[in-house]
Structures are given as structure tokens and as C-alpha cells.
């Protein structure tokens, strides 16, 4: 079966410091894979999604970068965090015209 | 306007009650639809699809009515259990491949003793 994995659970930043946030996905290839994060009290909003190695596309511009070097990893990075950075980071996977499975999230703090 | 739009509730029930919650999406061109469950500081997970044909799945009945754009979910019987936000969700295709769900804000629901 299909599982993904994410990490940190938790994190506290303090703003200017660098950020890198993993997703893993195991027990599927060529996953679509997705970075979305949910502000207190607001809905989810996707960040970026990637069909393949190497492949990055952004839905808003934003402080953030993701990179994906392999097939089931996805990584999400800051070079400087500001503090509207704070919110409910998470990663997905999914295959086309299905829903998403998401990662258990990180809770990200700038402060 | 908001491409994915619920009420926000909170919608307080007693236990045993059913519960209706509607939602609204702006792009016709919108492919597949779900509802998902986020519990509190956690991550949402799937409910359910929905089809025009309508479906059910033990206490939960998901309905689409493409030609208004609306979908809704009925919750028989509520249980505390139940209790969550629930999130009202259109995909459509993205350039390239994939697939971009647009989630609404959800609907919070408690169900009481």
C-alpha cells in the first residue's frame, strides 16, 4: 500500500533562518506530488505541484521554492523565512482526476 | 467570488440528527469533486467522491448537481465521532498533467450529547 511520510511535525523558526521541509512517498511511482499549506483559520492553498522528476510549477509567487531530485521525494525550502510564513504545511500525492492523500503536515512557527 | 465556497457554520446538532452541508464552485469546467475531513490540527482525508448519480456510503450521501454548480453532503444519524470541518472540494486538470484540487474553507461541525 501507498504511504507518505513528512517531516518535521513541528518547527520553530526564527524569521531570516533557512527552511527545508521533506515528503517522502513509498509503495507508488510517478506520483503527482503537491506542497500546500493552510494559514490559521483559512483553507488549504497549493504552493506547487510537480508530474515528475525535476519538473516544479507554482501556483503563487511566494518566499518559497520546492525541488523534487527524485521520483517520490519532494522538498520544500525557504532561503529566509518571514513571519507570514507561519501556517499548516502539506504534501500530497495523488494520481490525475483522483483525490490527494496528504502527509500528516508540518506545523511551521516563525517567530 | 471564491471558486469553492461553504458556510462556515459552526453547525451545533444533537447526536442521532441529520446535517446537510451545501457548497458552491464557480469554474464549469471542473472535473471531479470530493468531500474531505479535517479533524483538528490534523490532515484532511478523503470522505468521499461525488457523482452526479449521486452516492452513498453508510451514513453519508454525496450529491452533484453540475447544471448549478452545487454540491452537498447529508450526515444520517450523527455521532460525536462526526464532529470535524468538512471540506468541500473541485478538481480540475492542470497545464502539463496533474491535477489541482481547489479545497473550500470547510464547514465546522459539532455534534452534541
Known amino acids: 500500500s501507498q504511504t507518505i511520510h513528512q517531516w518535521p511535525a513541528t518547527l520553530v523558526q526564527p524569521v531570516g533562518s533557512p527552511l527545508s521541509l521533506e515528503c517522502t512517498v513509498e509503495?507508488?511511482?510517478?506520483?503527482?506530488l503537491y506542497w500546500y499549506r493552510q494559514a490559521a483559520g483559512r483553507g488549504l492553498q497549493l504552493l506547487f505541484y510537480?508530474?515528475?522528476?525535476?519538473?516544479i510549477s507554482s501556483e503563487v509567487p511566494q518566499n518559497l521554492s520546492a525541488s523534487r531530485p527524485q521520483d517520490r521525494q519532494f522538498i520544500l525550502s525557504s532561503k529566509k523565512l518571514l513571519l507570514s510564513d507561519s501556517g499548516f504545511y502539506l504534501c500530497a500525492w495523488s494520481y490525475t482526476g483522483n483525490g490527494y492523500t496528504f502527509g500528516s503536515g508540518t506545523r511551521l512557527t516563525v517567530v | 467570488r471564491k471558486e469553492v465556497e461553504q458556510d462556515p457554520g459552526p453547525f451545533n446538532v444533537p447526536e442521532g440528527a441529520t446535517v446537510a452541508f451545501n457548497c458552491t464552485y464557480s469554474?464549469?469546467?471542473?472535473?471531479?469533486f470530493f468531500w474531505y475531513r479535517q479533524d483538528c490540527r490534523k490532515e484532511p482525508k478523503l470522505l468521499m467522491s461525488v457523482y452526479s448519480s449521486g452516492n452513498e456510503d453508510g451514513r453519508f450521501t454525496a450529491q452533484l448537481n453540475r447544471a448549478s454548480q452545487y454540491i452537498s453532503l447529508l450526515i444520517r444519524d450523527s455521532k460525536l465521532s462526526d464532529s470535524a470541518t468538512y471540506l468541500c472540494v473541485v478538481n480540475r486538470g492542470l497545464t502539463g498533467g496533474g491535477n489541482k484540487l481547489t479545497f473550500g474553507t470547510g464547514t465546522q461541525l459539532k455534534v452534541e450529547l
Open positions: 469554474n464549469s469546467a471542473s472535473q471531479s
Open positions: 509503495g507508488t511511482s510517478n506520483p503527482n
Open positions: 510537480s508530474v515528475g522528476i525535476g519538473q
